[in-house]
C-alpha cells in the first residue's frame, strides 16, 4: 500500500504493536508521528525509522493527562499541519476484580484506552485531511475474557463503542473502524533477538493454525486507512486466526473443566 505523503498519527508507539506500525506506515511512505511513556523504546524507534529512510518524529508523554494530549497535538499539527490518519494503539491492563484493582487504576485504564483516543479524535478533527481514517485497537477481550481481566476488558469494550459512535458523528468527514486482535506475539518488537517457544497445542487451537503476529493487525490497519476501501465504515474486524469462532465444551479435543470456584 502507498501512503507517500500521509500524515499517520499513532499512540502507544513506542513497543509492541504500536511499534510494528510505525515501522510499517513508514515503509510505506507515511509521515510518522507517535506518542508513547517509554522515552528510551520510543527514541530506539525513532532511530531506526529514520535509519531506514522513513520521516517519523517521536513525543515522549502519558496520555492519560489532557495537557500532554494538547501538547502532543499542538507539536504535530505545527509540524505537518493537517492529519490523514490517527491510530489509538494504547491500552494496558491493571488486572481486575480478583486483583482489588483499585478505583483509580481502573480509570487510569479507562483515560489511557477510551478518554485519550476521544479526546484525540476531538482536536485532531479540524486538521483532518479529505479522505481521513480513524483506526481503534480493540481487542477480542472486548467480547470474551479470562479471569481477572476487568481494567483491560472494560477499556475494549469502550474503545469499540466509541468507535461505532464515532464513526456516526464523524460521518462525511473522517471514517472510523476498529481492529481486535486475538493472541499476537509481539515479542520481536521488544527484543530484537527474539525466537518464538509456541507449542504445537499453542498453533493448533487457532482454527489458522499458528499464532499471530504484529504484521498480522499492521496490514489490517492500513487496509482500514486506503481510500479505496472507504466503504468500511463503523466497523470492527477481528484479527483472531478464528480462536473466537471456536466453540469448547467438557471433554472436546481433550480438554476438561477442571475447576470452576
Same mark, same amino acid.
Given at each position: ?36 511513556? +517509554?522515552?528510551?523504546?520510543g527514541?530506539? *524507534? ?9 520521516? !517519523? ?27 490523514? &490518519?490517527?491510530?489509538?494503539? !494504547?491500552?494496558?491492563?491493571? %488486572?481486575?476484580?480478583? #486483583?482489588?484493582?483499585?478505583y +483509580?487504576?481502573?480509570? &487510569? ?8 483516543p476521544?479526546?484525540?479524535? /476531538? ?23 479470562q ?6 476488558? @472494560? ?9 461505532? @459512535?464515532?464513526?456516526? #458523528? ?6 472510523? *473502524? #476498529? ?15 527474539y ?7 499453542? %498453533?493448533? /487451537? ?6 499471530? *503476529? ?21 466497523? *470492527? ?7 473466537t ?15 470452576? %470456584?
Amino acid at each position: 500500500m502507498n501512503f507517500v505523503g500521509k500524515v499517520c498519527v499513532i499512540t502507544g508507539g513506542a513497543k509492541g504493536i504500536g511499534r510494528c506500525l510505525t515501522r510499517e506506515f513508514a515503509k510505506n511512505g507515511a509521515k510518522v508521528a507517535f506518542i508513547d511513556m +517509554d522515552k528510551e523504546a520510543g527514541e530506539e *524507534n525513532l532511530a531506526f525509522i529514520k535509519s531506514h529512510g522513513g520521516e !517519523a518524529f517521536f513525543f515522549h508523554g502519558n496520555i492519560a493527562e489532557e495537557s500532554v494530549l494538547r501538547n502532543f497535538v499542538d507539536m504535530v499539527i505545527e509540524k505537518y499541519k493537517n492529519v490523514d &490518519y490517527l491510530i489509538n494503539n !494504547a491500552c494496558l491492563s491493571k %488486572k481486575g476484580i480478583l #486483583s482489588k484493582c483499585s478505583y +483509580d487504576d481502573f480509570n &487510569y485504564v479507562l483515560r489511557v484506552g477510551v478518554t485519550a483516543p476521544y479526546m484525540l479524535a /476531538q482536536l485532531f478533527l479540524p486538521y483532518f485531511n479529505k479522505g481521513a481514517s480513524i483506526v481503534n485497537i480493540s481487542s477480542t477481550r472486548a467480547y470474551m475474557s479470562q479471569p481477572d481481566t476487568e481494567s483491560y476488558s @472494560a477499556a475494549k469494550g469502550g474503545i469499540s463503542a466509541l468507535t461505532h @459512535a464515532l464513526a456516526i #458523528s464523524l460521518a462525511h468527514r473522517v471514517r472510523v *473502524n #476498529s481492529v481486535s486482535p486475538g493472541w499476537i506475539d509481539t515479542g520481536e518488537y521488544y527484543d530484537e533477538n527474539y525466537v518464538p517457544q509456541h507449542s504445537e497445542e499453542d %498453533k493448533k /487451537q487457532h482454527p489458522s493454525g499458528r499464532i499471530g *503476529n504484529p504484521k498480522d493487525i499492521a496490514r489490517v490497519v492500513m487496509f482500514l486507512c486506503d481510500e479505496e476501501n472507504c466503504f468500511i465504515n463503523g466497523e *470492527n474486524i477481528i484479527v483472531d486466526g478464528g480462536m473466537t469462532k471456536l466453540m469448547i465444551y467438557h471433554n472436546d479435543y481433550g480438554w476438561k473443566l477442571e475447576d470452576i %470456584k
